[in-house]
Structure formats: C-alpha cells, structure tokens
C-alpha cells in the first residue's frame, strides 16, 4: 500500500529532470529587478528577480559574475540570460544566471560589445601598436570635465609624485549628447601641444554616463594620436572603447596620475645610486690605468731602452749575414757548374761529337737503303702494274692485257699472252 507514495527527494529529483530536460529552459532570457542581492566571499552572487506579481530565486556563479562591468545593486532592473533548474537541498526551482545587463542600457551595451569585436578585428587593439610611457615626462595634458574628483585626484596625485611636471588641462564635457564630440575635439587640440603623455577620463558613473567613450571616431583618434594617451574611465571594474585603443589603462583617474609620472622620491634615489655607481665605475677605471701605466712604466725595456736597440740590431746582424751566406752559396754553386761545363769532355774533344753523329746518321741510311725497293730490285725482283696498279695477283690479269714491268733501271711495256699458275 505504500508502495504509490514518493519521498520528497525522489519526487525533487523527477522535477528537476524534468525542467533540465526541457528544451526551452535551458536558455531563458528575463527582466526584472533585483532583490535581496548579496555578494558571497566565494566570488558567486545571490539574488531574486522580481516584477510585479512573480519572484524567481538566482544565482550567478563566479565565472561569471567576475565578467560584469558593473557591481549589481538592490532595485536595479535588469536583463537576465540563464537557464532554469532545481535546487534539491531547498526545493526550489532557480535561474542560474550566465549575463546580466542593466535593463535601459541593454541596447547601448550590445553596440558596444559590437564595436569592440569589429575594431579587435581591425588590429586597434593590438600590443605592437602600443605606445611607450615616457618614464619622466615634463607636459601632461589631461582631457576631462574641469570640476569633480577626477581632476582634483590626477592634479593632486601628479604635485604630490612629481611636482617637476607641467600639467595641461583640456576641459571637456565627459557625459551627454554632444561629449563624444567634444573629446574628440579637445583630444585633437592636445595632440598638436607637444606633450609627452595625455590622461583621457573621468569619475566613476553608469554604463550610460560612460558612453560617450565607446564612440568609435573618438577610438580611432586616439589610435592615431602621436601623444602617448593614458585612458582613466570610471572604476577598476569599468571598462570602455578607449580602455582598449589606447597605449595604457589606468583603473581609476588616481592611477592614471600615478602611471603618467614617476615618484619623484624614487627618482631622487635612482640619480643617487646612479652617481654612486659612475663615482665607483671610474674610480675603478682610474685605478685600473694607473695599474697599467705603472706596470709600462716599470718594464725592463722602458728601463733599458738601448736592449730593445741592441736586440734589433743583432737580429739585423744575424739577417745580414744569412743572406750574404745565401748569396755566396748561390755564387759557388754557379762556379762549380760553369767549370764543370768548361771541362766537359764533348766541348774539348768537339770532333767527337761529329763523328758519333755521323756513324749515327751512316746507320740510319744503311737501314734506309735496305727498306728501299729499288735496293731489292736490284738484285732481280722487279713489279708489275696494270692500269698504274700493282698486280699480286694473277687473277687480276686477263691474256693480251697490257702490263708494265718495272725493273731497278727501267720499264718494260709487254702484252700478256698466257695467264696461268705455278703447277701448270
């Protein structure tokens, strides 16, 4: 019989899958207001959303909470994306909470988010184009409004850190309609005053205050601007168009002031460290080439000049001498071949030579004459020729050809009668 009731926790767990399950609340987008906000030291964010007839428990984890350009407050309307589950341990079903936007400045926070992507796409916001902050700058122009804490704060942080600097202020509108415009133009005049840095800002505010720095003309000029710009908009939390183009972003107005300019204590210290060091590095150098001029001073050649003579002068000495042996060996070797040519035997026995030559030239024609054909026709032989040919051969004569018969003193002209071999 008991079998039909369910526990709490087991009809809690169907629910919540349930809800989990359901396609169209697992991205629930929501407005209302703010109630019971509470910030847990874990980093997470507690709160209810409610409108005139409903509440809705949520909570937006640290991951996400730490995203927000802003600090939630109690009463604050919003806009809220999330998604929708239950929380078993109370029983409750909540939204946890993935984005929260100001509700009034929804629109104003999507173009925003907008332009940033389109001019982190374009490279604006790229560190190689970062300008460096001079470490001791002597012109700082700041462009803000001429009344409020923002000013107050930079002026005085800058007297107070480096009173050697000359400050420039730019007055300018920095909320409302026509702001972004006047920024613009008093960033313009500020570029051309041969400054060394400019604080562009102002006190904390809404995102909707602010938002006259989002303005993208205005982020292209400050990207083009030849002057370093510090950007000091608002709170550390609070972030702009123009945090990201320019060359440094300060969290506050007062840590603009403390970038733009060194403590001038500090300064004092390094100069003094500084001329310790050149004091101690020459010094050092002084004594280093006193050490080398005493030591050229007390050489054995400064004390005995006339060593480094005598030693050159023997080495030219001992040259001198090693090429007269040179030249007198060179001498003998060219005597000994001169006598030996005049006492060659061929050049005092001249007709020597003429006979070996002869006895070599008689062998040579007596081996000519025993090559030559006329030699041997001599002895008997003799050659035929038909048609200016040699004939070695009977087949190649015909009965009543006509032959030449050449013999060791003349030629026989004959008509061949009979042609046959030597076994006939």
Known sequence: M?????????LTRYLKYKIESDSNLRTVYLKGEISNF??????????????????????????????????PTE?????????????PQGGTYQIYV???????????????????????????????????????????????????????????????????AETYLFPALVQGE??????????????SFGLDVLIVGRGGGSFEDMNCFNNEELARLIFKCNTPIISAVGHEIDYTIIDFVADLRA????????????????????????????????????????LKLDAIKNSFVIKNPMLMYNNKAQALDNLIEKINKSILNKIEKEHTR????????ILKNPDILYKTKMDKLSNIIEKLELLNPISILKKGYSLTYINGNVVNSISKVNKNDKIDIRLSDGILKANVEKVGDLNE
Request: aromatic share 8%; no cysteine; charged share 25%.
């Open 338 to 345: 001169l006598n030996e040519f005049k006492n060659n035997y």
């Open 178 to 191: 026509n702001a972004s415009l006047d920024i613009i133009k008093k960033v313009n005049q500020a570029d």
């Open 75 to 87: 009463g604050m309307k919003v806009l809220v994306t999330g998604s929708i589950s239950v929380y």
């Open 38 to 71: 509470k910030a847990h030291s874990t980093g997470h964010f507690y709160f209810s959303i409610k409108d005139e007839n409903s509440i809705i428990k949520a909570i937006m984890f640290k991951s996400n909470a730490s995203k927000l350009g802003f600090v």
């Open 2 to 10: 008991n079998d039909k009731y369910l526990t709490v926790t087991a």
């Open 98 to 164: 993935e984005d929260l936007i100001e509700d009034g400045v929804g629109n104003l926070y999507i173009a925003f988010e907008k332009l940033k992507e389109k001019l982190s796409k374009e490279g604006l916001f790229d560190k190689k184009y970062k300008k460096p902050i001079p470490k001791i700058p002597e012109k700082i122009g700041i462009v803000t409004a001429p009344t409020g804490a923002a000013i107050k704060d930079i002026i005085s942080t800058i007297r107070r850190r480096f009173p050697y």
């Open 251 to 290: 969290p506050t107005p007062t840590g603009a002031a403390e970038m733009a300019v060194p403590n001038v204590t500090d300064v004092i210290s390094s100069i003094n460290q500084f001329k310790i060091r050149s004091s101690e590095a020459i010094i050092k150098r002084v004594k280093l080439n006193k």
